[in-house]
């Protein structure tokens, strides 16, 4: 019966200084409620799930722990280059910020499939270029810029880029 995810919004929101009382007036439900939700002991309607998510997603967001790992794709375009055109900016809803120590390693993982001509003649491979994060910066620009430089370098390594499609962008707390 428990649903993880809400479990995890609920925990998000209440870090953020909501209480399961405040939560609750915003949903229409009682206290008690949003505290079985969060125990896993009950689990909300479509409706009201739907709700919690459209209030997280407006909360700053935050890595929990080392080892931590957020998918970010879906605040990205899919295609990012085609036609002869780089569909900019790579980001096309606002990514919010995550929080996390200042020390913590936290790296962006940016992968995407390229088609692309050499020598060989045509060609289809998966890049992974990799990004240090520190709290506060932008996760937009950051991607962009790594995938410009990579795009640069590429128009002068390959007769040609052909299109270049986003496979995930990964938030990643490494443990050490």
């Known amino acids: ?3 993880r995810t809400v479990q995890n919004r609920l925990k998000d929101l209440r870090a953020e200084g909501k209480s ?14 949003v505290s079985r939700w969060a125990k896993g002991t009950r689990s909300p309607s479509k409706k ?4 919690i998510y459209r209030r997280w997603r407006k909360q700053d967001k935050r890595l929990r722990n080392a080892g931590g790992v957020v998918d970010l794709s ?6 990012w280059y085609s036609n002869g055109v780089l569909n900019l ?16 390693p936290v790296r962006l993982l940016i992968v995407f499939d390229a ?15 990799e ?11 950051i991607v962009e810029a790594r995938f410009l430089e ?21 938030l990643q707390w490494l443990k050490l």
């Open 115 to 129: 088609e692309y001509t050499d020598e060989g003649g045509l060609n289809e491979s998966e890049f992974v270029l």
């Open 48 to 51: 009201k799930r739907e709700a």
């Open 1 to 3: 019966m428990a649903n």
């Open 74 to 79: 879906a605040y990205f375009r899919r295609l």
């Open 20 to 33: 399961y009382a405040q939560i609750g007036r915003e949903l229409g439900v009682s206290r008690s409620l």
């Open 150 to 170: 990579w795009f640069e370098k590429a128009q002068t390594s390959f007769l040609r880029v052909l299109k270049v499609v986003r496979s995930r962008i990964i």
């Open 89 to 104: 900016p790579l980001n096309y809803r606002n990514i919010p910020p995550y929080d996390f120590p200042n020390n913590a």
């Open 131 to 141: 990004a240090s994060i520190s709290p506060n910066e932008d996760i937009g620009s």
